[in-house]
């Protein structure tokens, strides 16, 4: 009797716990689930802006599910030319360079708007409280908006448009501890199902020669008891993804990059020997929603940076050690 | 338009007269070999198939020149089963839509024709039109200067949702010079 009583004393006092709460919740992850499984399983093809900072990219994509998987075509519609085909975990990245030429380039490349919701949820759901928001517009549909509000101060807010008729993400907002808009991912135009024509995911820039640059020579998998380097106490929430060794423009060692994820931002860490002569940039800095910040350990150099607040790449800094 | 239909042939969907008239304008129009060229690398690349060496055309020319073999499309010429024997069914039955299938199983004689080709355009033409291939030795062509967060946002953005082009990292590394405080 005395423990119901405290039970509802609690339901009443503590908001974060009423059962309204929890079935809001529910519902709001199942719009999540319809959402992560909308864009790998729908056919789509339209043209989305990503705008961070004062820039703002314009690309086109078009995206086909069928028995043999997922094929899509993203390409830049401004600045520097660029397709992207993937298939299934496969990605090329076709760009022409100066001496008309296509340059091949073979990579490993997260998913791209409008799959950002990962296939498991579980680090989304410990890190974030998914709230159901209200009804909005996107491209010309009607929307139902999530907010994913972060539990600590280690990450940012992020608030979802989701085409209510079909689950896919339709719009993406990032926003600072201010609740301004950091980052945004926006189709303006989007025609969902239907066909997919070949001539939709095939690259199209053309070029007198074709240069196939490697993946395996830029990026090596490192084995996950490579302990050389480890982050101590990385912030909460945040769990190793991958390690790896990679060759870098303009640096003669390989640099060590250390991956970290809380199921939906990314975080960088890469450990190099500081180049002789060379004076390393120091402290934070940071290029549109992307924080970075950068310090030294007796003659490595580390430069943490990833799309989270600023806070977090310098305790992430900070907890670097050697072995 | 031509584009596509060449994609087609290398897919293996063309019907064999549409195939032997592109085929011959593929002979004659430099853009179209380039083209051909390319849906190859990409389909080789695509299904993990190691790419031609670098100087593969050059060592097929001089071997087809030593061996002068001609690797015409007719070779793989279908026959029509006998006129009385059409539309039986069993092992009479051939297929209605004889096709000239140039990919996948038929890579090495794909390839074969498009060097035989590019061997053939350039006899007697200028020697820069052939369509080079090129393995590059190093990683992507843009080696910057090392002080910047350029190469490190690009190596990040592997792992992130962003898909930036060249342009935005040059920018970065400008913006950082000039918000980083040195």
């Known amino acids: ?323 | 338009m031509m584009e596509s239909r060449l994609s087609a042939l290398v897919d293996g969907e063309l019907e064999h007269e549409d195939a032997l008239t592109l085929l011959a304008s593929v002979k004659e129009r430099q853009a179209l070999q380039d083209e051909w060229m390319l849906l190859h690398l990409i389909g080789d690349t695509l299904r993990q198939t190691p790419s031609l060496s670098p100087d593969f055309n050059t060592r097929f020319s001089a071997q087809l020149a030593k061996e002068p073999t001609v690797l015409a499309p007719r070779a793989i010429c279908h026959e029509q089963p006998p006129a009385e024997n059409r539309g039986l069914p069993g092992r009479w039955a051939l297929p209605h839509r004889p096709l000239i299938k140039l990919s996948a199983a038929a890579s090495v004689a794909a390839v074969s024709l498009v060097a035989w080709m590019a061997f053939q355009f350039n006899d007697g033409h200028e020697s820069g039109s052939r369509a080079n291939v090129v393995v590059a030795e190093n990683s992507p062509s843009g080696a910057r200067p090392a002080a910047n967060v350029s190469s490190y946002l690009a190596a990040h953005q592997e792992y992130s949702h962003v898909m930036q082009d060249g342009g935005s990292y040059q920018r970065a590394v400008f913006e950082t010079s000039q918000g980083g405080g040195r």
Request: aromatic share 6%; glycine share 8%.
């Open chain 1, 1 to 323: 009797m005395r423990a119901l009583f405290l039970a509802a004393t609690l339901l009443v006092v503590i908001p974060g716990v009423s059962r309204a709460d929890v079935a809001q919740q529910t519902g709001a992850l199942d719009w999540l689930e319809k959402a992560a499984a909308a864009a790998r399983q729908l056919n789509y093809s339209g043209t989305y802006i990503y705008q961070h900072g004062d820039h703002v990219e314009t690309s086109r994509i078009a995206h086909l599910s069928n028995e043999s998987g997922e094929h899509e075509k993203v390409e830049t519609l401004d600045g520097a030319p660029r397709e992207v085909i993937r298939n299934n975990d496969e990605v090329l990245c076709f760009k022409p360079d100066s001496n008309a030429s296509v340059i091949v380039e073979k990579r490993r490349m997260g998913q791209v708007f409008p799959a950002l919701l990962p296939k498991q949820l579980g680090g989304i759901t410990e890190n974030y409280r998914v709230q159901l928001f209200d009804t909005g517009r996107a491209a010309g549909h009607a929307c139902q908006t999530i907010i994913l509000e972060p539990k600590d101060q280690y990450r940012y807010r992020h608030k979802l448009w989701i085409d209510r008729a079909t689950g896919l993400l339709l719009k993406a907002s990032t926003l600072n501890e201010h609740n301004e808009v950091i980052g945004q991912f926006a189709f303006t135009q989007i025609t969902i199902g239907g066909q997919i024509g070949r001539d939709l995911i095939k690259p199209k820039i053309a070029g007198r020669k074709v240069v196939i640059s490697s993946e395996p020579a830029i990026a090596t998998e490192l084995q996950q008891n490579d302990l050389t380097w480890v982050v101590k106490q990385p912030p909460p929430g945040f769990s190793q993804v991958t390690v790896m060794k990679r060759l870098m423009p303009g640096k003669d060692v390989p640099v060590k990059h250390l991956v970290f994820s809380d199921g939906l931002a990314t975080v960088s860490v890469f450990v190099e020997p500081v180049a002789a002569g060379m004076e390393p940039m120091l402290g934070a800095t940071r290029h549109g929603a992307t924080q970075i910040y950068m310090r030294t350990i007796g003659d490595f150099k580390i430069t943490v940076l990833g799309d989270v607040p600023a806070i977090t790449v310098k305790q992430m800094a900070n907890s670097v050690s050697k072995n």
